[in-house]
Structures are given as C-alpha cells and as structure tokens.
C-alpha cells in the first residue's frame, strides 16, 4: 500500500455534505480524500437557479456553487478523486468495536484505500417518471423539490405527481403560490397519513386526479407539431385514466414529482445499521451525533436526512461529520 492511499479521513461523496465535511477536516489538518461518485458536486448540479443558500443574494446556479465549493476543497489541500466505492470494510474485523479502527476501502476501478475514518455523504437520488424530456426540463418546468422551488411558480398552474407523504406535504405547501393544483395519483385514494391527507383533501385550489397516470410530457400539440421540447420549457402534460383509458392534455407551467427518493448506501448495507428506506442511522452514540453504528464510520446529508432534504441542511450536517471525525481520531491516540 503506497502512501497515496493511506487517509485520516476518506469522505465518500462530493455533494454538499461531503464537501464541506472535508472543508472541516482540511482545516484541521487531517489527510483528507473525497471520492467524487458518478456526479461530481450531487445533485445541486443538475438544477438551474439555487436561491436559498445563504450568502447569494441573486441566487447562484447549482453547477457553480458545487463547481466553485471543489475549488475551495482543492485550495485548502484536499484531493478530489473521480471513482466509486463499492465496499468499506474494517481492516481487522475481529477488533473490538470501540478499537482504534483502520478501514479499508474497495473502489470500483479496483483500487483499494486505507483510513483511520470514513465519512459516507452518498446523497439520495429523487425517483422520476423515467418519460422522455424530463431530465431536460428539469429546472424548466419540472422539478423534484417543492421547497426549492415552489416560489418559481406564483399565480401558476402546477400539478404534483404522488401520493405519499411527501406528495401531500408538497401540494399543501405549493398552494401558498399556485393558482391551481392538480395532484395524480395513481391510485383511488392517498398513502399519506391521515392528518396530512385532511389538510389537502378539501382544499379549493387542489383537483385530484385519481387512478391516473402521466403518460407524456409536452405532447405534439397537433398533427404536425412533432412534440419537441418547445423552446425547453414544460408547456402539457398527457395522462391517463388506469381505470376507464381515457386520456387528456392537462397545460401547465409546473410539474413537482414526488414519488420518492432512493439512499446511495447500497454499498455500505450489512455493515452500518439503517432505517427500512436504506437511510443510515446516526446519532446513537451521544457524544458523536454523525457517529454511525460502526465506531469511526460517520455519515451526513441526505443519505441520512428524509425530511429536510436541502443543500443547506446537508452542509451543516457535513461539518458536523467533519468535526465528530476529526475529534473521534484524536481520541483514539
Ligand atoms: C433538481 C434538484 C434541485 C434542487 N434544488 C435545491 C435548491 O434549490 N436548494 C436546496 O437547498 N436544495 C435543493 N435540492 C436538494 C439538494 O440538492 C440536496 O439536498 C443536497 O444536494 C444533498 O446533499 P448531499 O451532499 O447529502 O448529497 P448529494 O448532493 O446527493 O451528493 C451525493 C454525492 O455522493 C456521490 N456518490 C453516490 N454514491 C457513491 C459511491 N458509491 N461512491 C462515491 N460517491 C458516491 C454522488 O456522486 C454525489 O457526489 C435540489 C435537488 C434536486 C434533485
């Protein structure tokens, strides 16, 4: 093992959770590694305006706040690698739990790292329709994010796809700036619970379209209209009745998917206890609050977090990894 492979704290995951947990263990000199993940920066870098972190009184596009966050990383020392991690492992399994702990870490190109701590910042990644032209008009008219982005849509007609908790929370909150509402939902009556549901089921600005489906985004408008992305911003929606079959155009300015989020933690299952929806569970050693259930295995953000699910949140989150880290491999020594 070279000495190039060998950290204090290796984080895993470049979004703003594990960004700013290595701004913190750089800061206090700790030999620190990020593993970038196949999206350089998280999810921030595929929306357009981000207009509630601190300190941007325009707003800030989402790739230049993460891209220019790496740049603070890298000015402050830190190395950002391109890669994946497929496996952690404690080097020496059959150590006490509360032993000094030196993990090893396998990365998918088949490289192997060392590390006195890890700090896991994988992120969840929103469920979407998985239709055509919806990646591209993300931040066009269609958006995963409610709280980021509801104020976009004042005096606008919106519609939110779901019907769990999230898809409930979301068309009461979008209400404040909608003209009009429509939720679909795929079957004839919500998951979510029963007082979220009362707080929508007779709100005036809401229609529910039950049993129903989105079927295409921005459908040709007539025969010779091929249905393009019609100047890159969502204009309709097509759906369809599961029940009956009928089908029709809905005009929108919004469309908010809600249909869950999925946890990047796959590869650390078995190892580190989680929550049924693959969210990792911290906090149950007092004095560490990121602490995971493996002493020296840390975790922030929102492969931790599934109520708040904001840059901000997920940033404060990853100081306070960066710091449990560092003041945990202090006291080891
Ligand atoms: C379209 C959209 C718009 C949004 N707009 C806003 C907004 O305006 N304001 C706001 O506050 N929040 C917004 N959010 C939410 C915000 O982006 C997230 O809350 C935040 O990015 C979570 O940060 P994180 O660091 O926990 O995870 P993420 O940003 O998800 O980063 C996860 C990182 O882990 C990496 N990774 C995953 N698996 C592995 C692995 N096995 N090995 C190595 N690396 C791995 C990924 O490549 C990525 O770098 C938006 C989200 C989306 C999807």
Redesign the pocket.
């Known amino acids: 093992m070279t000495e190039k492979n060998i950290f204090d704290t290796v984080i895993?995951?470049?979004?703003?959770?594990?960004l700013t947990a290595a701004i913190y263990n750089l800061r206090s000199d700790l030999k620190t590694l990020v593993?970038?993940?196949?999206?350089?920066?998280?999810?921030?870098t595929?929306?357009t305006i981000?207009?509630?972190?601190p300190g941007f009184p325009r707003g800030i596009g989402?790739m230049k706040l993460m891209m220019d966050t790496q740049e603070q990383v890298r000015n402050l020392g830190g190395e950002i690698r391109i890669?994946?991690?497929?496996k952690i492992q404690r080097q020496n399994p059959s150590k006490s739990p509360l032993s000094k702990g030196d993990f090893e870490i396998f990365m998918e190109n088949g490289d192997k790292l060392i590390s006195k701590a890890i700090i896991v910042?994988?992120?969840?990644?929103?469920k979407w329709l998985g239709l055509p032209k919806e990646q591209e008009l993300?931040?066009h008219g269609i958006?995963?994010?409610a709280?980021?982005?509801g104020m976009f849509f004042r005096d606008k007609v919106v519609a939110v796809v779901g019907g769990g908790d999230v898809a409930a929370t979301d068309a009461e909150f979008l209400t404040k700036f909608a003209s009009k509402l429509y939720l679909i939902h795929r079957r004839d009556e919500l998951r979510a619970q029963v007082p979220q549901q009362k707080k929508i089921l007779n709100n005036p600005k809401i229609e529910f379209l039950w049993n129903s489906e989105v079927k295409e985004i921005n459908p040709p408008k007539s025969p010779f209209d091929k249905g393009d992305l019609d100047n890159n911003k969502l204009h309709s929606i097509l759906i369809k009745n599961n029940k009956t079959g009928e089908e029709k155009v809905l005009e929108l300015d919004g469309l908010f998917v809600a249909i869950g989020h999925t946890p990047?933690t796959k590869?650390v299952e078995g190892l580190v206890e989680m929550k049924e929806s693959g969210q990792i569970i911290t906090g149950k050693n007092g004095e560490y609050g990121t602490m995971t259930s493996i002493p020296g295995i840390f975790a922030?953000?929102?492969?931790v977090d599934d109520v708040y699910?904001?840059?901000?949140?997920?940033a404060g989150d990853?100081a306070r990894a960066g710091l449990d880290a560092e003041r945990w491999i202090g006291n080891q020594k």
């Open positions: 895993v995951g470049s979004g703003p959770a594990g593993i970038s993940g196949e999206q350089p920066g998280g999810q921030l595929i929306t981000v207009e509630n972190y989402g890669g994946k991690v497929e910042t994988t992120g969840a990644q929103a993300i931040g958006s995963g994010c709280t980021c982005d990047a590869f922030a953000g929102d492969c699910r904001q840059a901000i949140v997920a990853g």
